[in-house]
């Protein structure tokens, strides 16, 4: 494994300052996955963690994790893949050939396969062009990866550009110690919060096989309500100028606990669209101009790039769109032996899925887990990105649903819970599984890699939850 920081943790991993080539985070980061949730499925969380948890707690945990299972020796630090390519008979053995650099060396080495996990958080997206009269600005203006406290803000007028995760929590955050802060969005969002009904952990309640089922069934008409109505449960979106354009999209929605009261606090104004800018002030689609207006962060989220891939249409395949058989395998290599891990986005946790993702991987590696003819996995691809038109709208976002991508990969390998088989012989068990939240014990219940401490784990996650 070749690392470019000096530790594991990824995005976890807090600097001061954002570092090329690597994702960011602001020191104020918490988890929007509960522990119980999000952990790996195999190393639940300590007990007297809370449910959700500040980047340094979660990246302990990541360190913990590969201590445990001794995965440190594998890793090389401070070592940066400057190139990823077929080598020249690989379509008879599949190899690849990896140049890494290192304190200004560089060195060459062959591998069986390769799998990417470099995420996409790392190459910022800032679209100036979408923004006339930007230049004439005289604030200042800086892309939300390089937002990392508020204090210099103190006393400003400041505008947040984005209603996604990072775009609202700078904009809650900024507005303790902003004169006021305007955040400014031009589709709307859902805005969930952490804490769900009788301050139980949201995704206990919302992520379960059950609900999925449910929503399945259910004609699509019917769901939509029922979505919205969930969404509006704790405050009308409407009200707030929050509501999304696209009411019945299930884009992620974004959680965020304090932003309904600071907008009702009047500390956060929301705005729509900016129409242009000028010297110190910003003129919005609705017609008002906010004037004196001191510093603008851009919370346009990330584009997703592999600089060191030599040939960057293996993962691009069509129209530069990334094209992935399951969201994981380029489906037109010769030999599949490369894998994308984690760069899907589900109403579910990340740390579960790349690993299930990891498994199938080495399954395929291996050729225990075998491959349809290129020409179904491209329909296979097809017929996804048709269902997240319907259900999101857009096919070009990376989203998809959590259980019923987590129950593919695990069907495929032969580890998903076999729940007709556990009503009979574990019925306690089968029923936390249907009913209960859709833990990633559940994925260690069956079959390769199973672990012994799974049917455990499932029966006492509500007490560490409550602990």
């Not at 969002?189 to 992520?207: A, F, K, T």
């Not at 609900?211 to 979106?237: A, C, E, I, Q």
């Amino acid at each position: 494994c070749f690392e470019q920081s000096e530790d594991v943790g990824g995005l976890w991993r807090y600097t001061d300052q954002a570092e090329e080539g690597r994702a960011s985070i602001y020191r104020t980061v918490f988890t929007n996955s509960c522990k119980e949730m999000m952990c790996y499925s195999d190393f639940p969380f300590p007990d007297d963690h809370p449910n959700y948890m500040h980047n340094a707690r979660l990246q302990h945990y990541i360190c913990k994790y590969a201590e445990h299972f001794d995965l440190l020796r594998h890793v090389q630090f401070k070592t940066l893949v400057t190139k990823v390519k077929k080598r020249p008979d690989f379509s008879v053995t599949g190899q690849w050939e990896v140049v890494t650099q290192r304190d200004g060396k560089e060195e060459t080495a062959v591998f069986d396969a390769v799998m990417v996990c470099s995420g996409h958080h790392v190459y910022p997206n800032l679209p100036l062009a979408d923004f006339p009269g930007i230049q004439k600005f005289k604030g200042c203006y800086f892309h939300s990866r390089e937002y990392k406290e508020p204090e210099k803000f103190r006393g400003k007028k400041v505008l947040v550009i984005g209603l996604g995760n990072s775009g609202c929590d700078i904009a809650v955050e900024l507005s303790t110690v902003a004169s006021q802060v305007y955040l400014s969005s031009r589709s709307g969002s859902w805005v969930m919060s952490r804490v769900w009904d009788n301050g139980y952990p949201w995704d206990m309640l919302v992520i379960t096989r059950f609900r999925t089922w449910l929503r399945n069934m259910l004609p699509r008409v019917l769901s939509d309500w029922l979505y919205v109505r969930g969404m509006n449960r704790f405050f009308k979106h409407e009200n707030f100028g929050l509501m999304p354009l696209n009411r019945t999209s299930r884009k992620e929605p974004v959680f965020n606990d304090d932003l309904p009261s600071r907008i009702a606090c009047g500390v956060v104004v929301v705005k729509p669209n900016v129409k242009e800018f000028r010297e110190t002030s910003v003129l919005f689609q609705d017609g008002t101009v906010q004037d004196d207006v001191d510093a603008v962060v851009f919370a346009t989220g990330y584009s997703y790039a592999y600089p060191f891939m030599e040939d960057d249409s293996i993962i691009k395949s069509r129209d530069n769109q990334v094209t992935l058989y399951k969201g994981i395998l380029p489906p037109q290599l010769e030999k599949p032996t490369m894998a994308v891990i984690g760069l899907v986005q589900s109403l579910g946790p990340i740390i579960p899925t790349a690993d299930l993702q990891c498994r199938w991987a080495v399954k395929v590696f291996q050729g225990q887990c075998t491959l349809p003819p290129v020409s179904e996995m491209m329909d296979d691809i097809d017929e996804k990105m048709g269902k997240k038109l319907k259900w999101y709208g857009n096919s070009t976002t990376l989203q998809t649903d959590y259980i019923t991508y987590m129950d593919e990969l695990a069907s495929a390998i032969g580890v998903k819970p076999n729940v007709l088989k556990l009503l009979v012989t574990d019925p306690r068990l089968a029923l936390e599984v249907i009913f209960g939240p859709c833990s990633p014990y559940q994925f260690r219940l069956m079959g390769p890699g199973k672990w012994s401490g799974a049917r455990k784990a499932i029966l006492t996650q509500w007490d560490r939850t409550l602990q």
